[in-house]
Each structure stands twice: as C-alpha cells, then as structure tokens.
C-alpha cells in the first residue's frame, strides 16, 4: 500500500534560518507528489506539487522541493523562513489518480 | 482565485443525530473528495465521487455515510447517526481532472 513518512513531528527554527521538512513515501509508479500547509484551524493550502520533468520545483512563499527518485524523498525547503510560516506541513502522494495518500504532517515553530 | 466553499464553518451536534455537511465544487471539476481530520492526526481519506457516483471509498466511510450532489453545484457529506469519533474537521477538495486537489477551508464537526 502506498504510504507517506514525515520523519520529524515537530520543528523549531529561528526566524531566518534555513529550513528542510522531510518526506519519504512509498510508491510502486512514478509517484504525483504534493506538499501542504495548514496554519491553526484552517484548510489545507497547496504550496506545491511534482508531476514530472525538473525534479527541483518552485512553490508559493519561497518554498521549493527536490524529489529524489533513488532516495524516495520529496523534501521541503525554504532558505529564510518568516514567522508567518509557523504551521503544519503535510505531504501526500496521489495514490494512482484514485484519492491522496497524506503523511502525518510535521508541525513548524518559528522562534523570533 | 476560484475557491471551494464549505458550510458550516463549525458544527456542534448530538450524538446519535444526523449532519450535513456542505460544500460547493469549483464550478468546473469534475472530481469531488471528502476527507477528515482528527485532531492532532493525519488528514484521511473519505470518498471520492465522480460522474454522479462514487469512485472510491476507504474503510471509514461506512454505511452511516453519505454523499451527494444534489443539484449542479453542491456535494454534501452526510452522517446518519453520528458517534463521538466522528468529530473531525471535514474537508472537501475537487479537481478539474483528478489531479491536484483544491481544499475548502474545512467544517469542524463536534458530536457530543
């Protein structure tokens, strides 16, 4: 069965720093990969998505992910993150067009 | 930005009683989902509907659940008798192509 890992369940980094969230998912095609955000009770907002082609993709708010077929990894990165960032991230892999497969998120705290 | 609309925003029901849940699809997908939340755990996939069926369904979507489109522009989530774990927040995404969701912003379900 396909299936997402999210390594850390929580991260604190300091307003500017740099920022990786890891994702590793298990998948028997080439994989739809998709990264989240959910800040405190609300929805759930796209920062970016792979298909295919250029394995580095660009997202919205500075984000950006790699995806790294021989090490089954879609991690998140940010090179300055603002305290405004401070939110869940969930990553998720389309399970063959039939629904979303999701991680179990990783929840960012932003030290001022 | 086209969004996906969900009402209501917070719902607080008895057990045992009956909800529904709503939502309005972007005007043109095709592909509806819901999915649920428990608090503090992973988003989690419901039901997938397409052409006025359902296409998939996980193990949590019993028989108390329901889903609808019940005229061209809104797709309902229907719990018969609802039980304390049903409390969740609820989302409702759709896709143009079954790819690449739009979430709506979520209904928080308290059953007490």
């Known amino acids: 069965a396909q299936s997402v890992t999210q390594p850390d369940i929580h991260i604190t980094v300091s307003e500017g720093a740099s920022l990786e969230l890891r994702c590793n998912y298990s998948y028997g095609a080439t994989p739809y990969l998709f990264w989240y955000v959910q800040s405190p009770g609300q929805g759930l907002q796209l920062l970016l998505k792979?298909?295919?082609?250029?394995?580095l993709v660009q997202g919205i708010k500075g984000f950006e992910a790699e995806f790294k077929r021989s090490q089954s990894s879609f991690n998140l990165r940010k090179p300055s993150v603002h305290w405004s960032d401070a939110a869940e991230y969930f990553c998720?892999?389309?399970?063959?067009?039939?629904?979303?497969?999701f991680g179990p998120g990783t929840r960012l705290s932003v030290l001022p | 930005e086209p969004e996906v609309t969900q009402t209501p925003s917070h719902q607080v029901t008895q057990m045992g009683q009956e909800v529904i849940l709503r939502c309005v699809p972007i005007?043109?997908?095709?592909?509806f989902y819901w999915y649920r939340q428990i608090l503090g755990q992973k988003v989690e996939f419901l039901v997938s509907?397409?052409?006025?069926?359902?296409?998939?369904k996980s193990e949590i979507f019993d028989d108390q659940f329901s889903v609808e489109r019940p005229d061209g522009s809104n797709f309902t989530l229907k719990i018969r008798s609802t039980k304390l774990e049903d409390s969740a927040m609820y989302f409702c995404?759709?896709?143009?192509?079954?790819?690449?969701?739009?979430f709506g912003s979520g209904t928080r379900l308290t059953v007490v």
């Open positions: 005007s043109n997908h095709l592909y």
């Open positions: 792979y298909f295919s082609g250029d394995t």
């Open positions: 998720a892999v389309d399970n063959y067009g039939q629904n979303f497969v």
């Open positions: 995404a759709s896709s143009a192509d079954g790819s690449g969701y739009t």
């Open positions: 509907f397409y052409n006025n069926e359902i296409s998939e």
